[in-house]
């Protein structure tokens, strides 16, 4: 039941984003609340912070080790808050992503 529940819980927060060049882009993780990783609905290899705020949406492009670096990070802070649902998720995430 392990891997249905994790499967049903990402299907139902399947998030995605369109980029003016690179076309639909896919979220990997919420960072902080107006900012959110992404990266090509395909290949995974183009990374983009994205941050949403009063003046738009901002793409920022990152390299693969700079997205695996944010996510560590992310994971960090959530490990020191003990948010261990949210850091179970995450770091799920983080293994598909990054490993």
């Known amino acids: 039941m392990g891997d249905n529940h994790s ?3 990402m299907n139902q927060n399947e998030t995605y984003i369109t ?5 639909l882009l896919y979220r990997v993780c919420v960072v902080e609340p107006s900012q959110e990783i ?3 609905l395909y290949a995974q290899r183009l990374f983009f912070l994205v941050t949403v705020n ?3 949406v901002t793409f ?3 390299t693969r080790d700079e997205a695996r670096s944010i996510v560590e990070s ?3 802070k ?3 808050q ?16 990054f490993q």
């Open 7 to 9: 499967k049903n819980w």
């Open 60 to 62: 920022e492009p990152k």
């Open 82 to 97: 003990g948010a261990k649902q949210e850091y179970q998720q995450l770091n799920d995430i983080y293994q598909r992503f």
């Open 19 to 23: 980029h003016p060049t690179f076309g």
């Open 78 to 80: 959530l490990r020191r």
């Open 38 to 40: 992404f990266t090509t």
């Open 74 to 76: 992310r994971l960090r």
């Open 54 to 56: 009063d003046k738009g």
